[in-house]
């Protein structure tokens, strides 16, 4: 009879399906209908393994299911709920086959070894029965866990185990409260019975609450300390504490909490020492915004009625209420760290830096080269050393210069440097009184002309330096509208100056357009010395896209005002396009054969502006014209004195030169030509270096030594290019000779024979190759005939660059006041423009595409701070070393122009 009874009870401990022992007694399920569950396990199994319970045998079968066999059951059953007609058995389990209890049972024998291995030392059971009684009197659930250890718990609302005590069988024990250990320091690290009513009444004490007034409205708050790395608190909502009768669902905590508390106080320490922390972060969220009709603090007051300025006071008043609040917490606040953790410095130790610098300026001064930059930041750093008070520090030009144009690439990296100490630099609000000595706005700007005008020092220079070319190009900028409310305009619509903008109000009427157009580039107008460094841009106007007729009326506008300034306009520098042909056209005569390539000035008659294409587009056009004989598009057929003139020559001479069927590979002759020359694409064909190098004269010398004779007319045609671009791209003083290139020599005397060259063999070059489609081969149609020859616009281009230079250069090196002593003909390309474009771009960091009101802005801190020390690399420049680079990269003493403070009491 006892036999039966301990099988009946060790049929409890096993499980239904697969015949194991359930190692973990609480976790089981029994296979009738359980409070927590919708439908019994029986059913279950009956359609997953194939166990009809109804059968089972008392006595025989077990009751329960392992949490194994109950997790794998779940899942089969999620699988194949929503399917409907026969669903497939569970193959993952393997049901164990019961028999009824005999003298070898299976079952009985595998329980009583494993309860032998199990049982634990005398001293151990002890201590565990009467945790057990102790338990019963505070109200806790008792089970066994795997390890022997003896399991006390309390549950919440939710079911989850709220207080936990572990009893182990060396004595050893864990407290657990809100899944936070708890370790008193009055208990022993292995408990007795003595010690049993003071472990259970640590675990019974009350619940710290934490915050739950600010769970709700903080719920999606990152709880990190000051420096924003560490989580320091967290909302939790695992468990359901009742405290004071008030059930809490969901607090903040800290993460030191230790879940309980003494019975007067609501929160342990570390929840009750961030709440400080708690009420900063909701004020910090529920701070006051400025309400829509609120005027804004950088609105002019001009601008405003009484109303609003009256409003505007106020504001200020209660921002300036605060802030004092805030100054009197953050003193206090100081003043005690400064008592409490201030260690007394040592005088000595506080001059030590100024001493370093005092001791080694005469090694310094021998190192660094006078008037060099390195020389002049040493020096300013020692005297902002030695300054008392750092605002009486006068900043020197040229580093407010460097100083603007590193803030305006990247004002973070500039605040960081600045803050990291290891350099001192001027505040930001410093640069900006520099940046913002006069208004923004678009079309000529007389305050930026009077400065360039001073710093010119027209006065006391040669009358030679006064010789201007002006260059103007296109950019491309944001079309948006952007309201300024520091001028009170909008910026973003076309601003062409006054009778273009008539003439496109006038157009906008008649078509019935209300609605002014928004810009999409920028033109540009920039001067530049033709024997002096200046280059700076004088005009902007914000369009999309001039024609030739609006460019007549807004150039000779600017020429004007700079000829009003004291200078002299000498020529007009802009790019190939349609537009400026146009423009240049506008100027001469349809019965003549000549392009116009000069027009008479009109504040001196006396004078004409010569016309000048740049060369470096010329060289690309040309370039492309070529690259469409026979190869690209094959748009062109290129010929001269009966043979072509082909790209097909370049691709084989540089497959020769790499050694490709050649019977002696070695040395290359052509080692600068790369496939980029060669296979070109949309961007690589903006690249003036690749243009100039494959018409280059070390091509042509390597096609003359293959001595191929289908290729003497492109040897021709590169050796005529090659020599054109020398002359028109002179410099300096000194790449004739170090190059051993007498093209490359400036112009020196009105008698030069390049200019004959220019007139007579390289126009008569071009003349005789266009007319060589009537006299070679008269049947082809006109535009085949074209094709034969460069396209009409560059050569267009090239002779008006070329018509231009042989007139305006002997007029300047005519003898007389002002003497010149030569001419670099450099000076008469747009490179300076395509820099001050990239510098804009390169503002933005990935915002390569600035709207008109930042362009606007950019203006000015560019006049401001361009020079040749922050030249940008990037942009379709060649990034040569020009004698102007060298001197206006000097050091410059003269002030810079700065905004005027205002007085006190004016608005």
């Known amino acids: 009879m006892e036999s039966a009874e301990l099988h009946e009870k060790n049929l409890d401990k096993i499980c239904r399906i697969c015949g194991e022992p359930l190692t973990e007694i609480v976790r089981r399920k029994p296979i009738s209908k359980h409070a927590m569950e919708k439908e019994p396990i029986s059913i279950s199994l009956k359609a997953a393994v194939g166990i ?349 210069k460097w100083c603007i144009a590193l803030y305006e690439k990247s004002p973070i990296a500039y605040k960081t440097i600045r803050k990291s100490n290891f350099i001192k630099l001027p505040h930001h609000t410093t640069l900006f009184k520099y940046t913002h000595f006069t208004e923004a706005r678009s079309g000529i700007n007389n305050d930026i002309l009077k400065e360039i005008a001073k710093e010119a020092n027209l006065d006391a220079s040669p009358d030679s330096e006064r010789n201007m070319s002006l260059l103007f190009d296109e950019m491309k900028v944001k079309n948006n509208l952007v309201y300024s409310q520091r001028s009170g305009r909008i910026w973003g619509f076309t601003e062409m100056g006054d009778i273009n903008e008539e003439v496109t109000r006038f157009e906008r009427q008649v078509m019935n357009e209300e609605d002014p157009p928004l810009a999409s580039y920028v033109l540009v107008v920039m001067i530049r010395g033709i024997f002096s460094s200046l280059k700076k841009a004088v005009a902007w106007y914000p369009c999309t896209g001039f024609t030739g007729t609006q460019l007549f009326h807004s150039i000779w506008e600017v020429v004007e005002k700079v000829e009003y300034a004291g200078f002299y306009v000498r020529a007009f520098v802009s790019d190939g396009a349609s537009t400026n042909r146009k423009f240049y056209s506008l100027h001469g005569t349809s019965s003549s054969e000549m392009p116009a390539y000069c027009a008479p000035n009109p504040v001196d008659p006396t004078r004409n502006v010569y016309f000048f294409c740049d060369v470096p587009h010329l060289m690309k056009t040309t370039r492309n014209c070529w690259e469409n004989s026979g190869w690209n598009s094959k748009s062109r057929n290129l010929m001269f004195r009966g043979k072509q003139i082909s790209w097909l020559h370049l691709v084989n001479l540089f497959e020769w030169d790499q050694n490709i069927g050649r019977e002696s590979p070695g040395l290359r002759l052509l080692p600068r030509l790369t496939p980029d020359h060669i296979h070109l694409t949309p961007s690589l064909r903006m690249r003036v270096y690749l243009a100039t190098q494959v018409l280059s004269s070390s091509v042509a010398h390597a096609l003359t030594l293959q001595g191929k004779v289908e290729t003497e007319s492109t040897i021709h045609f590169i050796n005529y290019m090659d020599t054109f671009f020398d002359i028109m791209n002179i410099s300096n003083r000194f790449d004739g000779s170090r190059k051993h290139k007498g093209a490359l020599v400036p112009f020196t005397s009105m008698d030069d024979p390049r200019f004959k060259w220019l007139t007579n063999d390289f126009l008569g070059f071009l003349d005789e190759w266009q007319k060589e489609g009537d006299s070679v081969v008269p049947k082809l149609k006109a535009d085949e005939k074209r094709r034969l020859c460069l396209s009409p616009q560059t050569l267009e281009g090239l002779r008006i660059t070329v018509y231009s230079l042989v007139e305006l250069a002997p007029i300047l090196l005519a003898p007389g006041p002002p003497e010149v002593s030569y001419i670099l003909t450099e000076k008469f390309s747009q490179d300076p423009l395509e820099e001050y474009f990239s510098k804009h771009r390169g503002r933005g960091g990935f915002n390569d595409n600035p709207s008109t009101f930042i362009f606007g802005h950019q203006f000015n801190s560019l006049f401001v701070s361009a020079s040749a020390s922050v030249r940008s690399t990037l942009g379709m420049t060649r990034n040569e070393n020009r004698e102007e680079d060298a001197a206006s990269s000097a050091l410059v003493s003269a002030p810079l122009p700065k905004r005027k403070t205002a007085k006190p009491g004016k608005l």
């Open 52 to 400: 009809d319970v109804d059968h089972d045998i008392p006595g025989v079968h077990p009751q329960y299911v392992c949490h194994g066999c109950d997790r794998k059951l779940r899942t089969w059953k999620k699988k194949h709920t929503k399917k409907t007609g026969t669903k497939p058995m569970l193959q993952t389990l393997t049901v164990h086959a019961f028999t009824p209890h005999d003298d070898d049972c299976e079952i009985c024998h595998r329980l009583s070894e494993q309860a032998a291995a199990d049982r634990p030392t005398e001293q151990a059971t002890d201590l565990q029965l009467a945790a057990e009684l102790k338990s019963k009197e505070h109200g806790f659930a008792t089970w066994i866990g795997d390890n022997r250890q003896h399991i006390f718990v309390t549950l919440d609302q939710g079911l989850c185990a709220s207080r936990a005590i572990m009893i182990f069988p060396d004595a050893s024990w864990r407290l657990q409260v809100l899944d936070r250990e708890v370790r008193p320091d009055t208990l022993p690290t292995h408990i007795e019975d003595a010690n049993l009513d003071e472990l259970f009444d640590w675990a019974s004490r009350p619940f710290c609450t934490g915050s739950p007034d600010f769970a709700s409205e903080l719920a999606k708050t990152v709880f990190t300390d000051r420096s924003g790395e560490s989580v320091v608190a967290k909302v939790e909502s695992k468990f359901t504490i009742i405290r004071d009768h008030v059930a809490i669902k969901e607090t903040v905590r800290s993460i030191h909490c230790h879940g309980i508390t003494s019975a007067k106080a609501s929160r342990c320490p570390p929840c009750a020492k961030y709440r400080s922390d708690l009420y900063a972060k909701r004020n910090e969220k529920t701070k006051a915004k400025p309400q829509e009709g609120d005027p804004s603090s950088h609105a002019r007051h001009d601008l405003m009625d009484k109303e609003t300025l009256a409003k505007k006071a106020e504001n200020l008043k209660k921002e300036n209420d605060q802030l004092k609040k805030q100054i009197e917490q953050l003193k206090s606040h100081i003043n005690g760290l400064m008592e409490n953790h201030a260690v007394p410095l040592d005088p000595k130790h506080n001059a030590e830096l100024t001493d370093l610098f005092k001791q080694n300026t005469s090694h310094m001064e021998s190192i660094l080269t006078k008037d060099s930059p390195q020389r002049l930041l040493w020096e300013q750093q020692k005297q902002y050393l030695e300054t008392k008070d750092p605002r009486q520090m006068r900043w020197h030009p040229t580093i407010i």
